[in-house]
């Protein structure tokens, strides 16, 4: 597993769980404060689409996940 689809699941992973426990007609239903925690999932990221900065990415790096080998691109010809 690569570290790109490690954030990936882990950020669908959170967002869908903090819906579930934060909203009001879900059966998890513990508090609406959960939400707060999936705006903070999305700012972070919408923040790393433009930084490039992602604390999850340095944490996978450490734990030994390799990064995504580069797309092999056809190229046009001239």
Do not use: H
Not at 33 to 62: D, H, M, Y
Not at 63 to 70: E, H, I, K, N, S
């Amino acid at each position: 597993m690569t570290v790109e689809r490690s954030i990936r699941i882990l950020a669908g992973s959170f967002v869908l769980l903090s819906l579930a426990l934060g909203a009001p007609n879900s059966p998890l239903y513990v508090s609406s404060n959960f939400l707060w925690f999936t705006a903070f999932v999305g700012a972070n990221l919408f923040q790393s689409g433009f930084t490039r900065f992602c604390p999850a990415e340095l944490i996978f790096r450490k734990l030994g996940l390799r990064d995504a080998a580069p797309e092999s691109v056809p190229r046009p010809r001239p």
